[in-house]
């Protein structure tokens, strides 16, 4: 399968069958990278797992159909975020560090991709805030930030649980 969009960008479009996605048109301003979309799907894999020990990532990138090498590059910026936890050796792998209603997906995405900003003159992070030598006479900032605020208050809204189904208990003595 070739993916037709240009490195490292995703789109929120409606779910397709698997290996067909649609080419990227645009120019993915207000865009994820795979870094956030992979990071995301690696997190819910980790939440379905949640209490059962660790998970292996060559068993999610199995599932999820994703290189287990970046998802191994993706767990080590999620260890540093202080995400997942993980265990060394044969039984070992990655667990999330919170339970998943402790997680907030805006927290994900900003460790996985940096501060959301739509248009740099919108950041809410001293680190990454740029005045624009525009400040004291833009009023297209507004709409920036409004976007901004927009993005943010749905993924703050938003915990990994509510992206993780929840678990049917087994039912004692059941056949199937």
């Avoid at 970046?70 to 995400?83: C, H, K, P, V």
């Amino acid at each position: 399968m070739t993916d037709l969009r240009p490195r490292g960008m995703t789109t929120l479009t409606m779910p397709l069958a698997p290996s067909t996605r649609p080419a990227f048109h645009g120019t993915g301003a207000i865009a994820f990278s795979t870094k956030g979309e992979y990071g995301v799907r690696l997190m819910v894999q980790l939440g379905r797992h949640f209490g059962r020990g660790p998970a292996s990532l060559a068993e999610i990138a199995a599932e999820e159909d994703l290189p287990r090498s970046y998802l191994e590059q993706l767990a080590i910026g999620l260890r540093e975020a202080g995400l997942v936890v993980s265990t060394r050796g044969a039984h070992g792998g990655y667990e999330l560090a919170r339970p998943p209603e402790d997680i907030r997906i805006g927290e994900l995405i900003r460790a996985l991709e940096g501060p959301i900003v739509p248009m740099i003159c919108a950041s809410d992070d001293p680190e990454h805030g740029v005045d624009c030598y525009r400040t004291s006479t833009c009023t297209v900032n507004i709409l920036w930030v409004r976007v901004r605020d927009a993005i943010t208050g749905t993924l703050d809204s938003m915990t990994l649980a509510d992206l993780v189904p929840p678990r049917i208990p087994a039912v004692a003595g059941a056949t199937a």
